[in-house]
């Protein structure tokens, strides 16, 4: 491991550094792009840098593409879950969001927790996250010709009505293209078919949790329930004891692709409705007890994956 360190602050089209190296800190703003990276490596060779130890938060789409690019550079990357920085920061006081300098805790993180390795997802994945993501703006779109076919005057009406056809049959085409690239990998294909033996799951829900969680690179049900943000975050204030929420840190498309189908489960899953059951009769509140079964959903996901066995509402698939 490289004891130059660089911390990575990510932001839309911006991305902050930090390198620690020889006792100084250097810290540098480059664009968040191929252009903006290359200059970063250039940097980072002008100072004789040959690998460095660099970390960043996840914090979605924004920090995959660096990421990537320092992993092929051969760099050490680490990606590192948003809480666990505020948490070390905030103990060492650090942490001030007013501050231009956010790289600077991060790269302080790294240089004294030294966290795990990060490895991208493997090439079939990338693929499948890319048709499934495809979708989900197609969808978005078709819903906004959806909604503009209500109020559109008679004029403009067969314009919406074409864009809203031509949405359906690109959306119609990907979802092809993803059952066949599913088809054409034997691992992928094996975890689809025991996902879907869970009462709850859908073929879209199976896409999507294939497409954003490698669970085979998670130890514990509880990791994956942290990347996807659904373990509980507890609250205290004047006006509420305690009140339980989503921590919402990690992947929110697992969050918003997850929600229905955990009301679905209640219903028609055993266990998620056992579950739910036992949450109402301590007085939880409906929004609770769905975020809850989002987190057994996940946590039911891995553990079937893990045991390569169907879902079997007897054993406690917890993983």
């Given at each position: 491991?490289?004891?130059?360190?660089?911390?990575?602050?990510?932001?839309?089209?911006?991305?902050?550094?930090?390198?620690?190296?020889?006792?100084?800190?250097l810290t540098k703003q480059f664009d968040n792009s191929t252009k903006?990276?290359?200059?970063?490596?250039?940097?980072?060779?002008?100072?004789?840098?040959?690998?460095?130890?660099?970390?960043?938060?996840?914090?979605?789409?924004?920090?995959?593409?660096?990421?990537?690019?320092?992993?092929?550079?051969g760099d050490f990357v680490s990606v590192v879950n948003p809480s666990?920085?505020?948490?070390?920061?905030?103990?060492?006081?650090?942490?001030?969001?007013?501050?231009?300098?956010?790289?600077?805790?991060?790269?302080?993180?790294?240089?004294?927790?030294?966290?795990?390795?990060?490895?991208?997802?493997?090439?079939?994945?990338?693929?499948?996250?890319?048709?499934?993501?495809?979708?989900?703006?197609?969808?978005?779109?078709?819903?906004?010709?959806?909604?503009?076919?209500?109020?559109?005057?008679?004029?403009?009406?067969?314009?919406?009505?074409?864009?809203?056809?031509?949405?359906?049959?690109?959306?119609?085409?990907?979802?092809?293209?993803?059952?066949?690239?599913?088809d054409q990998n034997p691992d992928l294909k094996e975890q689809k078919?025991?996902?879907?033996?869970?009462?709850?799951?859908?073929?879209?829900?199976?896409?999507?949790?294939?497409?954003?969680?490698?669970?085979?690179?998670?130890?514990?049900?509880?990791?994956?329930?942290?990347?996807?943000?659904?373990?509980?975050?507890?609250?205290?204030?004047?006006?509420?004891?305690?009140?339980?929420?989503?921590?919402?840190?990690?992947?929110?498309?697992?969050?918003?692709?997850?929600?229905?189908?955990?009301?679905?489960?209640?219903?028609?899953?055993?266990?998620?409705?056992?579950?739910?059951?036992?949450?109402?009769?301590?007085?939880?509140?409906?929004?609770?007890?769905?975020?809850?079964?989002?987190?057994?959903?996940?946590?039911?996901?891995?553990?079937?994956?893990?045991?390569?066995?169907?879902?079997?509402?007897?054993?406690?698939?917890?993983?």
């Open positions: 491991m490289s004891k130059n360190i660089l911390g990575i602050d990510i932001a839309k089209r911006k991305i902050d550094v930090a390198l620690i190296f020889e006792n100084k800190i903006g990276f290359n200059l970063l490596a250039a940097w980072l060779k002008s100072l004789h840098l040959t690998k460095v130890h660099a970390c960043l938060e996840a914090t979605g789409t924004y920090g995959e593409a660096v990421a990537a690019f320092l992993h092929e550079t666990r920085i505020k948490g070390y920061a905030a103990s060492k006081m650090q942490r001030n969001k007013t501050d231009t300098a956010d790289a600077r805790p991060i790269a302080d993180f790294c240089l004294t927790q030294k966290p795990e390795q990060w490895f991208p997802p493997t090439p079939q994945v990338v693929d499948l996250q890319a048709l499934t993501r495809r979708i989900e703006v197609l969808e978005e779109m078709l819903q906004m010709e959806k909604n503009r076919l209500q109020v559109s005057p008679s004029k403009t009406k067969p314009s919406v009505n074409r864009m809203i056809k031509t949405f359906e049959k690109e959306i119609a085409d990907l979802k092809k293209n993803i059952k066949e690239h599913i078919k025991l996902l879907q033996t869970i009462p709850g799951i859908g073929e879209k829900t199976v896409h999507l949790l294939l497409s954003e969680i490698e669970f085979s690179r998670y130890e514990s049900a509880r990791q994956v329930a942290a990347y996807a943000g659904v373990t509980p975050k507890k609250a205290e204030s004047e006006t509420s004891l305690k009140q339980t929420n989503l921590s919402k840190l990690g992947n929110g498309r697992i969050r918003k692709g997850l929600f229905f189908p955990a009301i679905v489960a209640t219903q028609h899953n055993q266990t998620i409705n056992e579950f739910a059951g036992r949450l109402e009769k301590n007085g939880k509140t409906p929004m609770q007890i769905v975020c809850a079964s989002m987190r057994k959903l996940l946590h039911i996901a891995f553990g079937v994956l893990k045991h390569k066995s169907p879902f079997n509402p007897n054993l406690a698939f917890s993983g």
